[in-house]
């Protein structure tokens, strides 16, 4: 079989957690397993793939956990928690996918790498919480949360009430040497889970984290920039991206041009609590390239999609 170019796939919260679970770890396996086969299909057509996704319910939980316990064990640092979930759901993904190319009689190394992705210390965004993490919570729990923790609790896209946390823009990936080593060995890889794991560079030249959550389709763009990926695929829980969202002259896109794509962000299409940022990154990867290619869809049209028959395939031209 021919080999076929690299391809980033950032996996969203649907892949892994559907809309009205409680996303206990059997709900997250199960859902993760059947993602799995998709992104299979693109293994077995010879294409060279990079899994990311995010990890919003999961490290807002990992934190809630913490602070229930905050009276018996020590606090963990948000930028802990997001290594920890970086190894935790990479090894959910890792094992999923393993047994279906077991299954499949087409096994393959795969590794998960939990990256440090560079951000600036001096960020303003780490003054400006805007990244969602954890469950949802009434308006009458949110209030409450904010008067007894002092957390940042906003109104998340219509569907309830999130804490947000910072979420800097990343600059780098510290292990893309490593990365592109193991795509030139035929593994696939993990790694950018849950945005990476923030980190900068201190007044000793050393790296040091840093507490914030990472959007993960601005990480997942750097990294596919980093090992030169021609197709950047973000998938979220619909097929195609449209204008006019939930209103009666509603569209969907099959195609955007990079000069659409950014008119249509700039007229505020695209809120950033969902669409936003994956519009943001796909301009981002297109612009750096013109033969780069971004594509947003849902986990089920991922194989037609990446072939040009689903989803919203956004091009310089």
Not at 29 to 54: C, P, Q, W
Not at 141 to 164: P, S, V
Not at 225 to 239: E, N, R, S, Y
Request: some cysteine; overall charge negative; charged content about 25%.
């Amino acid at each position: 079989m021919e080999e076929k170019s690299i391809v980033v796939v950032a996996l969203g919260g649907n892949a892994i957690i559907q809309k009205g679970e409680k996303g206990d770890i059997h709900q997250q396996f199960a859902n993760t397993r059947s993602s799995m086969k998709e992104v299979y299909k693109l293994i077995d057509k010879g294409y060279r793939v990079i899994l990311t996704h995010g990890n919003g319910p999961q490290v807002g939980n990992l934190m809630l956990m913490g602070d229930k316990a905050r009276d018996i064990l020590p606090e963990t640092p948000l930028g802990v928690a997001d290594a920890m979930t970086a190894g935790s759901m990479g090894y959910m993904l890792e094992q999923s996918l393993q047994n279906i190319m077991i299954d499949n009689g087409n096994l393959k190394n795969t590794v998960t790498i939990p990256s440090q992705i560079m951000v600036d210390r001096r960020d303003p965004a780490l003054a400006n919480p805007t990244k969602p993490i954890g469950p949802f919570y009434t308006e009458e729990e949110a209030n409450a949360l904010r008067e007894e923790k002092g957390w940042i609790i906003k109104e998340d896209a219509g569907r309830g009430y999130r804490r947000y946390v910072p979420s800097p823009y990343p600059l780098d990936i510290v292990e893309k040497e490593a990365i592109r080593t193991l795509l030139d060995n035929d593994y696939v890889v993990i790694t950018g889970g849950g945005g990476g794991i923030p980190v900068y560079i201190d007044e000793k030249k050393h790296l040091e984290g840093i507490d914030c959550v990472i959007d993960k389709d601005l990480a997942s763009m750097k990294i596919a920039l980093a090992v030169q990926a021609k197709d950047l695929i973000i998938i979220t829980g619909v097929p195609a991206v449209a204008i006019n969202f939930g209103k009666p002259d509603e569209k969907e896109l099959s195609r955007m041009t990079l000069a659409e794509a950014k008119y249509y962000h700039s007229e505020g299409q695209f809120p950033a609590g969902s669409m936003g940022p994956k519009i943001l990154a796909a301009i981002e990867f297109v612009q750096a390239n013109p033969e780069n290619r971004a594509i947003i869809t849902d986990v089920q049209n991922l194989k037609d999609a990446i072939e040009g028959k689903a989803g919203t395939i956004i091009t310089a031209y």
